[in-house]
């Protein structure tokens, strides 16, 4: 692999409970290449989107980083101070936040939203530049120019989201997260996000975090998944592999509740609940809903290990 | 025989005020259910389907602009207070969101007593606990879990089984369901899913399961109707319209679902965002302007539904030498 553009070592997460202090991402690590699209897919709850908040250091109190270090692009991301990591953010790694809908100013129109971020990195260009530089975005995200003088309201969710993608790539970011980016929308406008997605990430040449619960979005999208389950990676691997052979259990239950297109009758659901972060059991965090569990899940917490093309935490594997 | 509920060439027209045209929400569509033989028909679209409208046409919640709904045959206009009572009995809903329908001031138990004690259907308060606890254990859930507790204690999965354990303690002979799974996580969906497989095999109520995920409604209902901008595009046996689509929207729809396999053509088979060289009129196929088939006379007015198939009705003039049926009437295509 070459020089990975980020670096995840042993990030921790903690909030602050009153019933005591909850680990929301324990000890994650994993790096991404230039380019790269690295699914992190869980169910709710598994930390994943407090995950991308650490790596963009934006948790906020009652939650801190425990502990851990990002490297963007061979920089460490601990070493900037406030004003660093806010010119890093959309120039370096940039959000595509969960609820497009939400996320926009309703009060502004979509060319301002853009050119704010232009003016808010220092750069302060002429009308005519800033104009120039918003329709090209548009025209990069499939949008009309004419949507840089309409309101979030006057656009529909895809439109929305699409607008998400174009002030995310604003600044020409060499990281994209994209946060459950179209959990909101239909399969056919779904399909035309994720295309746009694609494209303008192939043509930033940015790596991309794919967060998400969909695995067959995953399995069409991204080069490689990790799998979160009670805060901690337990699969890393190339996508092909891991559809074709999950070895965690929990990968297999999870591709299991995907329901099928091709053969009626094959949904099955994971028995019994994800865990509460603030009460986890002992072991493997998984064992009391793995089919597969034997003594020793429920004493030692399986640690992560190399296995041929990934990485997997479970005894069995 | 009379059917429970039918819809007869209903249509919804949401008025834009002071003269403006307004939107047309569903354009005549009829159905009849029929609870002889209990059954789980889909209805599927994206947003702007109308679905969501029919759903509350159904429910007595909203008013058609044309048709009527009938309950044993009486427009529900007219029904009379005890059969409007009778009515709000047999049909039963579960929503979308399992976080909006909860008083948080209220423990769970209250949605459950409510209507027990609403429709006297339990004759002591001992009673009216045992029935609570049962329906609660047909959903799969474990009462000592999740009475006497306040609905933010439960997880959404658990507070959606309760609201389908609650449709089922009136023991319904219809629940409509719009989208019950969407707001909860794809490892629950299949437990709600088989919950309401059960209500069905096991205590004989129907299903009308709304829903914009084609997946689901494939594996949960037995029929399906697929809408598209208030107009039925396809209907019949779910088997064969998912597995062999017919209508060229049913086909994107299909096309667009990801699935987990390792082909990986999905983004490649993205819609061309102009497919045909037709200016859209307000007239014809809804659909003509993403059509790759159109041709002018999709323009001229709305398609016919031709029933190609005993058991599939789809409405697109590529299949004009087959059995027309009345617009927006399957009929029998669904109950075969």
Known sequence: MSEPILRVEGLRVTFDHPQGLVQAVDDVSFALAPGERFGLAGESGSGKSTLALAILRMIKPPGRIAGGEVWLAGRRMADLDGEGIRTLRLAGIALVPQGSMNSLNPVLRIGRQITDAFADHGQHLGRSEQERRVRALLAEVGLPENVARMYPHELSGGMKQRACIAVAISLRPSVIIADEPTSALDVVVQRQVMATLARVQQDLAAAVILIGHDIGLMAQFVDRLAVMYAGRLVEVAPIAEIIAQPRHPYTRALIAALPSLERRGTLAGIPGLAPLLRDLPPGCAFHPRCPQAMDRCHIEKPMVRDVAGGQVACHLA | ?336
Not at chain 2, 224 to 247: C, D, M, N, S, W
């Open chain 2, 1 to 336: 025989m009379i059917p429970l509920i039918e819809a007869a060439n209903v249509s919804k027209r949401f008025t834009g005020g002071l003269g403006r045209e307004g939107t047309l929400a569903l354009a005549g569509l009829s159905l009849a259910i029929h609870v002889e033989k209990p059954s789980i028909i889909a209805v599927v679209g994206e947003s702007g389907s109308g679905k969501t409208t029919f759903a509350r046409l159904l429910l007595g919640l909203a008013e058609p602009s044309g048709g009527e709904i009938r309950y044993h045959g009486v427009d529900l206009k007219r029904l009379d207070r005890e059969a409007w009572r009778a009515f709000r009995h047999d049909v039963q809903a579960v929503f979308q969101d399992p976080y909006g329908v909860y008083n948080p001031f209220y423990r769970v138990d209250h949605v459950l007593a409510t209507p027990l004690r609403r429709f006297r259907l339990a004759a002591s308060r001992a009673q009216a606990r045992e029935l609570i606890r049962e329906a609660l254990r047909t959903v799969g859930l474990q009462p000592e879990e999740i009475l006497g507790r306040f609905p933010h204690q439960l997880s959404g999965g658990q507070r959606q089984r309760v609201m389908v354990a609650r449709a089922l303690l009136l023991q319904p002979k219809l629940i409509v369901a719009d989208e019950p799974v969407s707001m909860v996580d794809a490892s629950l969906r299949a437990t709600i899913l088989g919950s309401l497989r059960q209500l069905t095999d096991e205590h004989g109520i129907s299903i009308l399961y709304i829903t914009h995920d084609l997946a689901t409604a494939y594996q949960l209902s037995d029929s399906i109707l697929v809408l598209y901008r208030a107009q039925l595009v396809e209907a019949g046996a779910v088997e064969r319209v998912v597995t062999a689509p017919h209508h060229p929207y049913t086909q994107l729809l299909v096309s667009a679902v990801p699935r987990a396999d390792t082909t990986r053509d999905w983004l490649a088979r993205d819609e061309p965002s102009r497919p045909n060289a037709l200016a859209p009129t307000a007239a014809g196929c809804r659909f003509a302007e993403r059509c790759p088939l159109a041709m002018p006379v999709c323009l001229a007015a709305p398609p016919s539904l031709y029933r190609i198939e005993p058991r599939r009705a789809v409405a697109c003039v590529q299949y004009q030498d087959h059995p027309a049926l009345p617009p927006g009437d399957p009929g029998e295509v669904l109950s075969g």
